[in-house]
């Protein structure tokens, strides 16, 4: 019963506080900051519990196919929506936008979709909520962000995704008879049809993680969404599009991904290089990592696309890492904008001297971004390029070595563009980190560090997840 | 003389008796009642007596089915369905003239309307080509005139334009009907699917004009052009009206005929072109509605799409498909009588509600109505979490499970380009710099209140039970 009613609580805490009337800032965040916590003990509350609160089921269709609300965490996705809780809640403790009230509602709006996305175990399920997630950011960048093509694309892109997510679903529910089968073993989806369908939803993933070519929505919106949104949004939102690879698109239809994985790699390696060079020439620093992200999610679908457990399991590291740093970094580039007022790479200089705390903040979360060791980013890494050089994908790992140079590369001209050299005489001083925005990165900042110097704690959590991909990926390896 | 009908012919038509009983009281108690009566008493004679006709209609449900009148009027499970979507779409369209009132034409214009559906839950019923006939002419000649009674000059190019193409498409479909009369010999419908008529002439010529008639009342492409202006031009609670009790009476029609009168063999030959229209009215529809500056334009290029995704899941001709149809249908009915609610919460006798312009930064102003709206064309672009999403889901599984999943691409691809324009609207009322321009709006409607609020929740929960009823089969006898 818990399952459901993590998908409820942010929603309706959402909903009751855009009906509300006051706009008093501090009590709307401490409001979200209290349901976002809320959000991440029930998580844990369902990892642990006994099956009756793992799961629920209430029959929603019999007819043309079995479809159920059925939600339960899979050791696939308790990472997700761990990381998807301690976000959100990073995120509203650093709003700093007009309106908060509004903002934060919308903030746990996403999160209550996006927990029904990764709580799905029914197709349809999954298909509704992936639909429903694109809502909060649509209205936010219509009410917030700078440019209004910029949530015309990014709705028509993700929509766009969504209904061939739509007609695949319905395609499968037909002929498989169920969409009740996230997480199910032994579903194999063969046939004439299957190809189309796995089609469909693989548009789907690939618009949203996303990949060249169909990134175009998301340099876009990563810099006109506010600095909490966007984090919440390139930290698991992006990721939704992975887990449904994994969890769809391996797990339901092997073979069919298996046969197109030659495309799958070819367009993860042209992500990877295209991202990391692109990062390196953006003056805006939130395309920076715009594009870094890019090409760090393009490293996890070649490794998801090479089908080796030691990959996948790699893949799995590399989303949470992945999602941590990138939270922690469109954080960060918030607080520097709302100190310096600008986003360019060309303006900024000097800002560490004044604000020390910040630059440790970006420092720790930019190596953590470019693969130093001991830090989350590494592990998942250098797993992946294993993984994918033992699959046989030897080709695909040397052109994946370049991008990882060049992160280091980007990432410190990142780094060194707002922090250091002489401080810029025009733009406003203003003080470090207050004690509340501190709250908002520690979580991140020190999940980067506990991860990166005890990368076990992921493998011990729960070995179930590493087994059942592992079984799918040998299952179909052979 | 002994009267051929007996008893059960008449019980059979008792809802359509009470509408139309209840539309004379009306314009009785206009007769009677003094100078200066309130719009609300027409309106409450005319919910109440829907509401007993809706009742008496429903208790008729889980009876077994009943040819009625030789034949002619056909009782059970299908049509008791449309008579209730008929009766609710009178219902919520009668509620909106509590704030655009037709001035002292009010109690007429309410009487007309409930005349009108009386024709229309005749088509519901229809089993033969005269009932047919009988209630679209009734259902037509009553919304010509209410076309006309609003004061505007749009109004009467509307009644006449309505009037003329309407004719048309009446003198195809009765065309068609004499031509099936001369290759059967007998006007009902049943008589229609005997295996020896597949090779007559007569028949496919018959058919074809019957159902371009049909194509032109349903306003698809190529027959579609003469909907948005006479939605532009009617008064917003016959807009309401038209655009949903209208085509569900000849979506009705249309289904029996396709479903129970074509000789085996000739239906999917003869309907493919049917299809082809359905797909290019789903792309067609969606695109016109890309430009439109009128709520009521809007709706009409939407309601073009919308006939399209429904005649999709009719393309296979199953049980199951007339079943999401009609689900489809129902939700249809209520996002769109809901967007129309809303429209009229914001509208005065001049429905400034209509306009696209007046809902600039209405998130701000009025932020329940503007939520409200959203989720009615977040309903209609088939968004989660409305009823259609899953009416959507239904309808692209049906054509697939029927081999018509080409009708599918073409709902995808509609679909996408339709959020567009919902979006735009959306849009408008939340855009940041959208605030200002505010106008007289009527602080308070209570019945369009209620009826939008009714929506929503009815939106809301056919996305989570499924509703669709199971005994709509046979619909001959």
Redesign the interface.
């Known amino acids: 019963m818990l399952a459901p009613l993590l998908v409820l609580v942010p929603i309706a805490a959402g909903l009751v506080m855009l009906l509300l009337r006051s706009e008093n800032a501090t009590l709307a965040k401490a409001i979200g900051a209290i349901v976002a916590a809320a959000t991440f003990v029930l998580a844990l509350l369902v990892q642990n519990g006994s099956s009756e609160l793992r799961e629920f089921s209430f029959r929603w269709l019999s007819r043309p196919f079995e479809s159920s609300f059925h939600f339960g965490v899979t050791s696939i996705s308790i990472w997700l929506v761990l990381l998807l809780t301690v976000c959100t809640f990073c995120a509203v403790l650093a709003t700093n936008v007009s309106r908060t009230r509004a903002f934060v509602a919308q903030l746990l709006l996403l999160e209550g979709s996006m927990l029904g996305l990764f709580l799905a175990r029914d197709l349809l399920v999954f298909a509704l909520f992936w639909d429903l997630m694109l809502l909060p950011v649509f209205f936010v960048l219509i009410g917030w962000g700078q440019h209004h093509a910029t949530a015309w694309r990014y709705l028509l892109y993700n929509f766009a995704g969504g209904l061939t997510l739509l007609l695949a679903t319905a395609a499968f529910g037909v002929l498989y008879g169920s969409t009740d089968v996230i997480g199910r073993g032994g579903v194999n989806l063969i046939g004439s049809w299957a190809p189309w369908i796995f089609a469909g939803f693989a548009f789907a993933f690939l618009v949203k993680t996303p990949v060249w070519p169909l990134h175009t929505w998301m340099p876009l919106t990563y810099a006109d969404t506010p600095a909490p949104m966007v984090a919440v949004v390139s930290a698991v939102q992006s990721k939704a599009g992975l887990y449904g690879l994994i969890a769809i698109g391996m797990a339901l239809m092997p073979d069919s991904l298996r046969a197109s994985a030659m495309f799958f790699v070819v367009l993860g390696v042209i992500s990877l290089l295209y991202g990391a060079f692109t990062a390196l020439v953006q003056s805006d620093c939130k395309r920076v990592v715009a594009y870094s992200s890019l090409s760090h999610l393009g490293l996890i679908v070649v490794a998801i696309a090479s089908f080796n457990p030691i990959a996948l399991q790699g893949a799995l590291i590399y989303m949470v890492g992945h999602g941590l740093f990138s939270a922690a970094l469109f954080l960060i580039l918030g607080f520097v904008e709302s100190r310096e007022d600008t986003r360019s790479l060309t303006r900024l200089g000097g800002l560490g001297a004044q604000n020390p705390r910040l630059a440790g903040a970006l420092c720790i979360a930019s190596l953590a971004a470019l693969g130093l060791p001991g830090l989350a980013g590494f592990v998942g890494e250098i797993i992946i390029l294993t993984g994918v050089f033992q699959a046989g994908w030897i080709w695909a790992v040397v052109l994946a070595l370049i991008p990882i140079v060049l992160a280091a590369a980007y990432m410190l001209r990142l780094f060194q563009g707002i922090m250091n050299g002489p401080q810029v005489a025009d733009l406003p001083v203003r003080p470090d980190l207050s004690w509340i925005e501190g709250l908002a990165l520690a979580p991140l900042v020190l999940a980067l560090v506990f991860v990166g110097v005890n990368p076990h704690v992921l493998t011990t959590f729960d070995t179930r997840a590493y087994n059942a991909v592992a079984s799918i990926a040998q299952g179909t390896a052979r | 003389m002994n009267s051929p009908f007996t008893g059960a012919d008449w019980v059979s038509v008792a809802p359509l008796s009470i509408v139309a009983v209840s539309a004379l009281v009306v314009l009785l108690a206009d007769l009677l009642a003094p100078k200066n009566m309130s719009r609300y008493v027409p309106i409450g004679i005319a919910l109440a007596g829907l509401i007993v006709a809706a009742i008496d209609c429903a208790a008729s449900y889980h009876g077994h089915d009943y040819a009625a009148f030789g034949g002619a009027f056909i009782v059970g499970g299908f049509s008791v369905v449309f008579q209730e979507i008929i009766l609710i779409c009178a219902a919520g369209s009668v509620v909106l003239y509590g704030t655009i009132g037709a001035g002292e034409r009010t109690p007429g214009a309410i009487a007309l309307l409930l005349w009108s559906t009386c024709g229309a839950m005749l088509m519901a019923g229809a089993g033969n080509l005269m009932t047919i006939f009988l209630g679209l002419e009734l259902l037509s000649l009553a919304l010509y005139c209410l076309c006309g009674l609003a004061e505007r000059r749009t109004a009467r190019e509307a009644a006449l334009k309505y009037l003329i193409l309407s004719s048309t498409a009446s003198g195809f479909l009765l065309y068609g009907m004499a031509l099936l009369f001369g290759a059967t010999g007998s006007v009902a419908l049943a008589d229609l699917v005997s295996p020896a008529l597949a090779s007559n002439p007569l028949l496919w010529l018959g058919a074809g004009m019957f159902l371009i008639g049909i194509a032109f009342k349903l306003s698809l492409v190529p027959f579609h052009t003469w909907s948005p202006d006479v939605y532009e031009g009617a008064p917003l609670p016959v807009t309401a009206f038209m655009s949903v009790a209208t085509k569900a009476a000849t979506l009705a029609v249309f289904a029996r005929f396709i479903y129970a009168a074509l000789p085996p063999g000739v239906d999917q030959r003869l309907l493919l072109p049917v299809w082809i229209i359905a797909a290019i009215s789903m792309i067609a529809g969606n695109v016109g509605m890309l430009a439109q500056r009128d709520l009521k334009r809007l709706i009409a290029y939407s309601g073009i799409a919308q006939v399209g995704y429904i005649l999709t899941a009719l393309a296979g001709g199953t049980a199951?498909g007339l079943r999401y149809a009609i689900f489809y249908i129902a939700a249809y009915t209520f996002m769109n009588l809901g967007a129309f609610a809303v429209a009229a919460l914001l509208s005065g006798d001049a429905e400034q509600g209509s306009t696209l312009a007046n809902y600039r930064g209405l998130g701000h102003r009025r932020?329940v109505a503007a939520?409200l709206m959203t989720f009615f064309l977040?309903a209609m672009a088939g968004?989660?979490?409305t009823a259609g999403?899953l009416g959507?889901?239904?309808i692209?599984?049906?054509s697939?499970?029927t081999g018509y999943?080409w009708l599918?691409?073409f709902l995808?691809a509609g679909?996408?380009i339709s959020?567009?324009a919902y979006?735009k609207v959306?849009?408008a009322m939340?855009?940041?710099d959208a605030h200002g321009q505010a106008h007289d709006l009527r602080p308070l409607a209570p019945l369009a209140w209620i009826s939008a609020v009714a929506c929503f929740v009815l939106v809301l929960l056919m996305t989570?039970y499924?509703l669709t009823p199971s005994n709509v089969l046979p619909l001959v006898r």
Do not use: E
């Open positions: 199951l932020p939520a977040l968004l989660p979490p999403f959507k889901v239904l692209l599984s049906t697939v499970n999943a599918g691409g995808i679909t996408a959020l567009y979006a959306i849009f939340y855009a940041r989570f499924p």
